[in-house]
């Protein structure tokens, strides 16, 4: 019954911004950790940012270092991603993902680390 659903992505020019939220239900416990993933055409899906339940430690991809920031709220169950400066190379589907796990500070990048996934929702940067 565990489910994670994305909103916020739309279509923005060049330099613009967007934030994109997570909403999770279901889960059991509130010691997860939180990653979102993008998935251009013909690309293979992969981490932007990953973050620990404890929020103190992430992973942020080189390309959006800087231009994208994560945050959480555990007792409310969402997570929104502040996407800046946005660039044509950041469009893309992106995705929520969550692993529950028993450190609160750890942090997971690879896809086989998190079971559960949202649908999706689609980012376009164009002019």
């Known amino acids: 019954q565990v489910q994670l659903v994305e909103s916020g992505g739309g279509m923005v020019q060049p330099g613009g911004s967007l934030i994109l939220s997570c909403a999770a239900s279901?889960?059991?416990?509130?010691?997860?950790?939180i990653g979102w993933f993008r998935q251009a055409p013909g690309k293979e899906r992969e981490g932007v940012l990953c973050?620990?339940?404890?929020?103190?430690?992430?992973y942020s991809h080189g390309s959006v270092k800087g231009r994208f920031t994560f945050s959480r709220d555990n007792a409310k169950g969402t997570a929104d991603l502040q996407m800046n400066s946005l660039k044509p190379e950041d469009t893309a589907v992106y995705y929520c993902?969550?692993?529950?796990?028993?450190?609160?500070?750890?942090?997971?990048?690879?896809?086989?680390?998190?079971?559960?996934w949202g649908q999706g929702t689609q980012v376009t940067v164009s002019s």
């Open positions: 279901g889960f059991t416990t509130d010691v997860y950790a």
């Open positions: 993902a969550a692993a529950i796990t028993r450190d609160r500070t750890l942090v997971f990048l690879t896809l086989k680390e998190y079971p559960y």
């Open positions: 973050i620990s339940n404890s929020d103190n430690k992430t």
